[in-house]
């Protein structure tokens, strides 16, 4: 039996390939994201007001993608073994990776938030959206600081 619970930390490899899948996907879409603003900006000679919002888009794009593969290695570093990455790349426990899952929520709701600032259209749909996104960014970031364990 304590053989079979040892080797049973290779599942997370489902996970990590599931995860390294979906970051190349996501790295693909913010790719075709970024040649159709190019393509706006040319056509429009710059003149288009959608080339800001596409721009970003993208950002929020790779954001999200570099976030999926930081959980990728993480999760390979955690249960697998130790990689050379850079430091930034890695949680070493639970708690690391939830508070960087944590930080990628609020830089894109933050993301999210300016989308919808530039496209307003109901100043009081802007604030509720804008009150919920700071309620949410301020619950994850109490939880990254008295969550810490000493």
Same mark, same amino acid.
């Given at each position: 039996?304590?053989? *079979?619970?040892?080797?049973? %930390? +290779? @599942?997370?490899?489902?996970?990590?390939?599931?995860?390294?899948?979906?970051?190349?996907? &996501? =790295?693909?879409?913010?790719?075709? %994201?970024?040649? !159709? &603003?190019?393509?706006?900006? #040319?056509? /429009?000679?710059? %003149? $288009?007001?959608?080339?800001?919002?596409? =721009?970003?888009?993208?950002?929020?794009? #790779? @954001?999200?993608?570099? !976030?999926?593969?930081?959980? !990728?290695?993480?999760?390979?570093?955690?249960?697998?073994?130790?990689?050379?990455?850079?430091?930034?790349?890695? !949680?070493?426990?639970? +708690?690391?990776?939830?508070? %960087? *899952?944590? /930080?990628?929520?609020?830089?894109?709701?933050?993301?999210? =938030?300016?989308?919808?600032?530039?496209?307003?259209? $109901?100043?009081?749909?802007?604030?509720?959206?804008?009150? &919920?996104?700071?309620?949410?960014?301020?619950?994850?970031?109490?939880?990254? +600081? =008295?969550?810490?364990? $000493?």
């Amino acid at each position: 039996m304590k053989t *079979l619970l040892e080797k049973s %930390k +290779y @599942l997370a490899i489902v996970g990590v390939i599931s995860l390294l899948v979906a970051a190349v996907a &996501a =790295f693909a879409w913010g790719t075709l %994201k970024t040649v !159709a &603003a190019v393509m706006l900006v #040319f056509e /429009s000679a710059g %003149k $288009d007001a959608g080339i800001t919002i596409e =721009f970003i888009e993208i950002v929020d794009s #790779f @954001l999200i993608a570099t !976030a999926i593969l930081i959980f !990728a290695v993480s999760l390979y570093e955690l249960f697998i073994g130790p990689l050379e990455l850079p430091e930034w790349m890695l !949680a070493h426990n639970l +708690y690391e990776l939830k508070g %960087k *899952l944590s /930080s990628m929520i609020v830089l894109v709701m933050a993301v999210k =938030f300016l989308q919808k600032l530039l496209e307003i259209k $109901d100043t009081q749909d802007l604030l509720r959206t804008g009150v &919920a996104i700071a309620l949410i960014s301020a619950v994850l970031i109490a939880f990254g +600081y =008295f969550g810490k364990k $000493d």
